[in-house]
């Protein structure tokens, strides 16, 4: 059976959770094949679980960018789910998958922004998750992706790579989450030198939230 399942963003400084990403089981499956009927039950799953929970913390919810720009349905569905969240004083932090987007992404994205605590862009660094989407949605945070991590190694050829991108987000005034922490020089690299929140395994490994 499906599940939700949580890990939770971790402030660097303090090791205290600040937030919680939610996974919906259905969506890891099928990857970006699944269709938009999935998606939408996936999202009223887990905001379901949201709204019954009581979580204290934000709660990251992951979307398909290219359904937002796409299917009418799906973007009327995450617009009436983030209404109902706000509504019931839950922060919540809109993640918008790696996917290519078409044209009409960047304006609905904008349309989304009064109704979620942050927009924030997952994945950066890999597939769609460029520069020139970064300039068309102007989110609040990125999400550097785990496999820019290994470029921290000394024998990396893009090892300047990962200190640049902190330099570029802190100029732009974008926060910056780091996935896929590991190792515990991993989170000490990071840790020194300014990152604020992460999340990965060597912090706190996804746990099962609710069986639907």
Not at 116 to 131: A, E, K, P, R, Y
Not at 177 to 204: C, D, F, M, P, S
Request: hydrophobic share 35%.
């Amino acid at each position: 059976m499906p599940s939700i399942r949580s890990q939770p963003i971790i402030c660097l400084k303090t090791y205290q959770p600040i937030g919680h990403e939610l996974f919906h089981s259905t969506l890891r499956q099928h990857a970006y094949r699944s269709h938009e009927t999935i998606h939408i039950h996936a999202l009223k799953d887990t905001a379901q679980l949201i709204s019954e929970r009581g979580f204290n913390t934000p709660i990251f919810i992951n979307v398909s960018s290219r359904l937002i720009s796409e299917s009418n349905r799906f973007f009327q569905q995450v617009n009436n789910t983030l209404e109902q969240l706000k509504n019931a004083d839950i922060k919540i932090y809109l993640e918008l998958t790696e996917e290519s987007a078409g044209p009409s992404f960047a304006k609905r994205v904008q349309l989304l922004k009064p109704l979620c605590t942050q927009i924030v862009m997952d994945d950066f660094g890999s597939l769609s998750s460029n520069i020139d989407r970064l300039m068309q949605i102007q989110p609040h945070a990125v999400k550097i992706d785990q496999l820019l991590l290994e470029t921290l190694s000394p024998n990396h050829p893009n090892q300047g790579l990962y200190p640049a991108l902190i330099d570029l987000f802190n100029t732009l005034q974008i926060e910056i989450i780091a996935e896929g922490i590991e190792t515990e020089t991993q989170y000490l690299w990071l840790k020194n030198h300014g990152v604020i929140r992460g999340q990965g395994y060597y912090l706190e490994p996804p746990r099962i939230q609710a069986v639907v």
